[in-house]
């Protein structure tokens, strides 16, 4: 049986489809790409906006339409907040909320058994009634405990991974239905955080990324215990966040810890302070303001002001200059002025953001923000994204432009080609830089000093690169004339780098893309170096029809049975990047034409 997984939204969703995913690979099921044929569909949705809901609906239809005789499961934040809506959805055979998700796969078995529709939101006892009366909101009552999936092992990256450690939020900001959907807090025991992140740090992770629904409010509920064996005063002073990242930082291994989101509306800048002491941990904090006036910051129910805001974002530079800060910022609130917009854009340029997450208000049905009076324009709302955006990114550009000549540590996540890698720095830069002949960085991280702005983060060179000959021109420049000892295509065709290859013979190597733009999307690289299309001769004749006709092979071997796309991209208004002729091979989804 495959199955097929969408999911839509936070961290959280994406760590808890890893789980349902594994109890389907535990039960011998095959996991394909959520566009690919497969015999179950699962969507884990998203409710932040109505958007998010459609996106669900659209999705489902979209795979029955595929195949009718699929099962297709819908779960999460949508049918928590829409019981009725979801209910009334034809396309979804099985539909459950934010709780029984790890249920799925026995639900799946059921279902093809008697080909009988489940809705555990709406399921009525023998008199008719529900069997879970609604809450204050018309959501279904959650529960009050944390709900244990286990060690999941949920990358990121190749080295990054995601541990769950909290469910749940009591803030109920205005314009927020997500406490509706999650429920009271919830918190994860400390001790089965602790074995999660000791599976992981064995299997080679190297990032730890702490998630949950509202993480700073991790062990403040009446009744949390800390099951961890401190002495009497740890287990007295070290409260809240602090407790997981104590608990990660004191364990033994080069890695590091980083913090999802920190909200402003539970921490303070002591708090803050408290955090900086652990080594570990990344000095990146994502601290959503949603805007820069005190009068929208109060009428959103948020329990801060700018200046409180202002103070955390002081504390976090004087620590360290380079901290990356992110943040999430809303235009059009009802009742936003264009006074207050402008104090947003000022809170911008004042904090130096690495990232700002700006998008317009959406009115979400259930929400004391969706009756407020002074509903702000559709289309004003949109300008002031744009506004948002440009503003921040100018704020982006002058901190990453801070960073040159300075040393970054960085996590390696991607081989971009032509000896180039992308990684993360500590403040959660994105960084290219150079390492030509190393096969695999993925398993250190690298020291980096930084020489320009690039692309959406920074680029540099390794203490080694630097000092390489070799190197003095650089990946990040189109190099001219490069010769078959430094081409990293013949190195990858000739075996020197390792790659995950689908077919090879004596003249050509095929492999997997390492930014695939199809669920299959592989490279036919010819052993012999040859620029460009443009610089082949009478001699590659052969050559080339060797190639034409492995493409129809490989293709086969693939099971291309719908279709596939040939590529050649040759120079630079075509797209190469690479000065080694190569062609992509694309398929297993609906392509458009013209290619744009």
Same mark, same amino acid.
């Given at each position: 049986?495959?199955?097929?997984?969408?999911?839509?939204?936070?961290?959280?969703?994406?760590?808890?489809?890893?789980?349902?995913?594994?109890?389907?690979?535990?039960?011998?099921?095959?996991? $394909?790409? +959520?566009? /690919?044929?497969? =015999?179950?569909?699962? &969507?884990? !949705?998203?409710?932040?906006?109505?958007? #998010?809901?459609? *996106?669900?609906?659209?999705?489902?239809?979209?795979?029955?339409?595929?195949?009718?005789?699929?099962?297709?499961?819908?779960?999460?934040?949508?049918?928590?907040?829409?019981?009725?809506?979801?209910?009334?959805?034809?396309?979804?055979?099985?539909?459950?909320?934010?709780?029984?998700?790890?249920?799925?796969?026995?639900?799946?078995?059921?279902?093809?058994?008697?080909?009988?529709?489940?809705?555990?939101?709406?399921?009525?006892?023998?008199?008719?009634?529900?069997?879970?009366?609604?809450?204050?909101?018309?959501?279904? $009552?959650? +529960?009050? /405990?944390?709900? =244990?999936?286990?060690? &999941?092992? !949920?990358?990121?990256?190749?080295?990054? #991974?995601?541990? *769950?450690?909290?469910?749940?939020?009591?803030?109920?900001?205005?314009?927020?239905?997500?406490?509706?959907?999650?429920?009271?807090?919830?918190?994860?025991?400390?001790?089965?955080?602790?074995?999660?992140?000791?599976?992981?740090?064995?299997?080679?992770?190297?990032?730890?990324?702490?998630?949950?629904?509202?993480?700073?409010?991790?062990?403040?509920?009446?009744?949390?215990?800390?099951?961890?064996?401190?002495?009497?005063?740890?287990?007295?002073?070290?409260?809240?966040?602090?407790?997981?990242?104590?608990?990660?930082?004191?364990?033994?291994?080069?890695?590091?810890?980083?913090?999802?989101?920190?909200?402003?509306?539970?921490?303070?800048?002591?708090?803050?302070?408290?955090?900086?002491?652990?080594?570990?941990?990344?000095?990146?904090?994502?601290?959503?303001?949603?805007?820069?006036?005190?009068?929208?910051?109060?009428?959103?129910?948020?329990?801060?002001?700018?200046?409180?805001?202002?103070?955390?974002?002081?504390?976090?530079?004087?620590?360290?200059?380079?901290?990356?800060?992110?943040?999430?910022?809303?235009?059009?609130?009802?009742?936003?002025?264009?006074?207050?917009?402008?104090?947003?854009?000022?809170?911008?340029?004042?904090?130096?953001?690495?990232?700002?997450?700006?998008?317009?208000?959406?009115?979400?049905?259930?929400?004391?923000?969706?009756?407020?009076?002074?509903?702000?324009?559709?289309?004003?709302?949109?300008?002031?994204?744009?506004?948002?955006?440009?503003?921040?990114?100018?704020?982006?550009?002058?901190?990453?432009?801070?960073?040159?000549?300075?040393?970054?540590?960085?996590?390696?996540?991607?081989?971009?080609?032509?000896?180039?890698?992308?990684?993360?720095?500590?403040?959660?830069?994105?960084?290219?830089?150079?390492?030509?002949?190393?096969?695999?960085?993925?398993?250190?991280?690298?020291?980096?000093?930084?020489?320009?702005?690039?692309?959406?983060?920074?680029?540099?060179?390794?203490?080694?690169?630097?000092?390489?000959?070799?190197?003095?021109?650089?990946?990040?420049?189109?190099?001219?004339?490069?010769?078959?000892?430094?081409?990293?295509?013949?190195?990858?065709?000739?075996?020197?780098?390792?790659?995950?290859?689908?077919?090879?013979?004596?003249?050509?190597?095929?492999?997997?893309?390492?930014?695939?733009?199809?669920?299959?999307?592989?490279?036919?690289?010819?052993?012999?170096?040859?620029?460009?299309?443009?610089?082949?001769?009478?001699?590659?004749?052969?050559?080339?029809?060797?190639?034409?006709?492995?493409?129809?092979?490989?293709?086969?071997?693939?099971?291309?049975?719908?279709?596939?796309?040939?590529?050649?991209?040759?120079?630079?208004?075509?797209?190469?990047?690479?000065?080694?002729?190569?062609?992509?091979?694309?398929?297993?989804?609906?392509?458009?034409?013209?290619?744009?």
């Amino acid at each position: 049986m495959k199955a097929a997984f969408y999911t839509l939204g936070c961290k959280v969703n994406q760590y808890e489809t890893e789980a349902v995913a594994q109890e389907f690979l535990r039960h011998g099921c095959l996991l $394909v790409s +959520e566009d /690919e044929e497969a =015999d179950v569909y699962v &969507v884990n !949705s998203c409710s932040v906006t109505r958007e #998010a809901d459609r *996106k669900s609906r659209q999705y489902l239809r979209r795979m029955k339409r595929r195949n009718p005789d699929a099962v297709t499961v819908l779960m999460g934040c949508y049918p928590q907040t829409c019981p009725d809506e979801t209910d009334a959805l034809e396309e979804a055979d099985i539909v459950i909320g934010t709780e029984d998700k790890l249920s799925v796969v026995g639900l799946v078995e059921q279902f093809l058994k008697d080909r009988k529709r489940v809705d555990l939101l709406t399921e009525t006892d023998c008199s008719g009634a529900r069997k879970r009366l609604a809450g204050p909101s018309g959501c279904p $009552v959650l +529960e009050t /405990e944390y709900n =244990d999936t286990g060690a &999941v092992k !949920s990358m990121l990256g190749s080295k990054r #991974a995601l541990i *769950k450690i909290q469910e749940g939020c009591n803030r109920f900001c205005s314009y927020c239905i997500i406490p509706h959907a999650r429920g009271p807090i919830r918190s994860r025991s400390p001790k089965s955080i602790e074995n999660e992140a000791l599976e992981l740090l064995k299997s080679g992770c190297r990032e730890i990324v702490l998630a949950g629904i509202n993480t700073a409010l991790y062990g403040l509920e009446n009744g949390f215990k800390n099951d961890m064996e401190w002495s009497a005063a740890d287990l007295e002073n070290v409260r809240g966040i602090e407790i997981v990242v104590k608990l990660l930082n004191d364990l033994p291994g080069d890695f590091r810890i980083r913090l999802n989101s920190l909200e402003p509306t539970v921490v303070d800048r002591d708090y803050l302070a408290s955090l900086l002491k652990y080594g570990k941990l990344a000095h990146h904090a994502h601290i959503s303001v949603q805007s820069g006036s005190d009068r929208v910051i109060a009428s959103m129910n948020r329990r801060y002001t700018r200046a409180d805001y202002l103070q955390m974002v002081r504390t976090l530079k004087s620590f360290d200059k380079d901290y990356g800060i992110t943040t999430d910022i809303i235009t059009g609130f009802p009742g936003e002025t264009e006074e207050d917009f402008q104090e947003s854009l000022s809170l911008v340029d004042e904090c130096g953001f690495l990232h700002v997450h700006a998008f317009p208000y959406s009115e979400r049905p259930g929400t004391p923000a969706a009756s407020m009076p002074g509903k702000v324009p559709v289309n004003v709302r949109k300008e002031r994204v744009a506004r948002l955006i440009e503003a921040a990114d100018a704020a982006s550009l002058r901190f990453r432009e801070g960073l040159t000549g300075t040393v970054q540590r960085v996590l390696p996540e991607e081989y971009c080609g032509d000896g180039l890698w992308r990684g993360r720095a500590s403040n959660y830069t994105n960084v290219w830089f150079e390492a030509s002949g190393e096969p695999d960085l993925t398993s250190t991280f690298v020291d980096v000093t930084i020489e320009k702005t690039y692309k959406d983060g920074v680029s540099g060179r390794t203490a080694a690169e630097a000092e390489s000959s070799c190197a003095a021109d650089g990946a990040l420049d189109a190099r001219k004339g490069e010769q078959m000892s430094d081409c990293i295509f013949c190195k990858l065709a000739n075996g020197e780098i390792p790659t995950n290859m689908v077919y090879e013979d004596d003249k050509i190597a095929s492999f997997r893309d390492l930014e695939p733009q199809a669920p299959e999307h592989v490279l036919i690289v010819p052993k012999k170096h040859i620029q460009s299309l443009d610089q082949t001769a009478e001699e590659d004749a052969e050559l080339l029809a060797h190639i034409m006709l492995k493409i129809k092979e490989i293709a086969k071997m693939l099971e291309l049975e719908n279709g596939y796309r040939v590529v050649v991209n040759t120079g630079a208004d075509g797209g190469q990047t690479v000065p080694h002729l190569h062609v992509h091979l694309l398929g297993k989804r609906a392509m458009a034409w013209p290619p744009g």
